[in-house]
Nanobody, 120 residues
Framework: QVQLVESGGGLVQPGGSLRLSCAASGSIHSINHMGWYRQAPGKQRELVATMPTGGSTNYADSVKGRFTISRDNAKKTAYLQMNDLKPEDTAVYYC??????????????WGQGIQVTVSS
């Protein structure tokens, strides 16, 4: 069993900052990549940022220069530092991980999602 648990969301004013965390736990052998996606009301889920193990990061154009993804591999945790937040960043943010379980099965897992609201 593998779980991804997000934390750090909430309400922030435009121009403010938030830091999301995603902790992976359970029967994990190794993690290929971790990432963040978001889904705003009435819209499809979209990629925000991904970070493969040992590889380069990838960002949506809309967040480049404002958001930074990072990982602590020892803690199996990914972070998303979000600066200069805009109302259009309002969405449910989901953590994503592609990993091998202890049984060497490759699977993709999702967190439960966490709300980020940018509003004055």
């Amino acid at each position: 069993q593998v779980q991804l648990v997000e934390s750090g969301g909430g309400l922030v004013q435009p121009g403010g900052s938030l830091r999301l965390s995603c902790a992976a736990s359970g029967s994990i052998h190794s993690i290929n990549h971790m990432g963040w996606y978001r889904q705003a009301p009435g819209k499809q889920r979209e990629l925000v940022a991904t970070m493969p193990t040992g590889g380069s990061t990838n960002y949506a154009d809309s967040v480049k220069g404002r958001f930074t993804i990072s990982r602590d591999n020892a803690k199996k945790t990914a972070y998303l530092q979000m600066n200069d937040l805009k109302p259009e960043d309002t969405a449910v943010y989901y953590c994503n991980a592609a990993l091998f379980t202890l049984g060497m099965r490759f699977s993709i897992y999702w967190g439960q999602g966490i709300q980020v609201t940018v509003s004055s």
